[in-house]
């Protein structure tokens, strides 16, 4: 400074950054920065180039419909609670497999799992219900993705909204 309080110079930066995290206190506030480095940590790219879909099934990128194909059903005798008798026999035969089944009711009326596998007239769960099934209980299933292009193409009909790249090789052959 030429003078005292003359800052006509400018400035002389040490740091520079973004503030991450603000504790305050009664007597004080704790600032802490982090540096523009801390950037280069975010996945990138945000949209992944692979074979499978990436969108969420139903959503609004996927723009399907689900309720299109739900089907319910009352459960039959021998159902437990991880797995529930059923008189549906769906088309394509694995059109629920990692799809939902709701408890409609019942001690399970609002509640939702996942479904692992369905054949031979069982529906199959990832996890139990919490309170037995009993026969007569009303469930609703919803068709689940297993984010194919094939499977979007002839199961659900929505292949222009696929959010997959099923063209580019693999890392083994893209190399």
Same mark, same amino acid.
């Given at each position: 400074?030429?003078?005292?309080?003359?800052?006509?110079?400018?400035?002389?930066?040490?740091?520079?950054?973004? +503030?991450?995290? +603000?504790?305050?206190?009664?007597?004080?506030?704790?600032? *802490?920065?982090?540096?523009?480095?801390?950037?280069?940590?975010? #996945?990138?790219?945000?949209?992944?180039?692979?074979?499978?879909?990436?969108?969420?099934?139903?959503?609004?990128?996927?723009?399907?419909?689900?309720?299109?194909? #739900?089907?319910?059903?009352?459960?039959?005798?021998?159902?437990?609670?991880? #797995?529930?008798?059923?008189?549906?026999?769906?088309?394509?035969?694995?059109?629920?497999?990692?799809?939902?089944?709701?408890?409609?009711?019942?001690?399970?009326?609002?509640?939702?799992?996942?479904?692992?596998?369905?054949?031979?007239?069982?529906?199959?769960? *990832?996890?139990?219900?919490?309170?037995?099934?009993?026969?007569?209980? #009303?469930?609703?299933?919803?068709?689940?993705?297993?984010?194919?292009?094939?499977?979007?193409?002839?199961?659900?009909?929505?292949?222009?909204?696929?959010?997959?790249?099923?063209?580019?090789?693999?890392?083994?052959?893209?190399?």
């Amino acid at each position: 400074m030429a003078t005292y309080g003359d800052t006509s110079p400018g400035t002389v930066v040490l740091f520079a950054g973004r +503030i991450s995290d +603000i504790d305050c206190s009664r007597t004080g506030i704790d600032l *802490k920065c982090r540096s523009h480095l801390e950037l280069l940590n975010i #996945q990138m790219p945000r949209r992944l180039w692979q074979a499978s879909c990436t969108h969420t099934f139903g959503d609004a990128m996927c723009q399907f419909d689900r309720s299109a194909f #739900q089907a319910t059903f009352s459960a039959g005798p021998g159902s437990t609670q991880v #797995q529930i008798a059923t008189s549906l026999t769906p088309m394509p035969a694995n059109l629920y497999v990692q799809g939902t089944i709701a408890g409609l009711t019942g001690g399970n009326a609002g509640a939702s799992r996942a479904i692992a596998n369905m054949g031979d007239g069982w529906v199959y769960l *990832k996890l139990a219900f919490l309170s037995p099934v009993i026969v007569g209980d #009303q469930f609703q299933l919803l068709p689940g993705c297993d984010r194919t292009l094939a499977t979007c193409n002839t199961v659900f009909n929505n292949a222009s909204h696929f959010g997959g790249f099923p063209y580019v090789p693999t890392p083994e052959t893209a190399v």
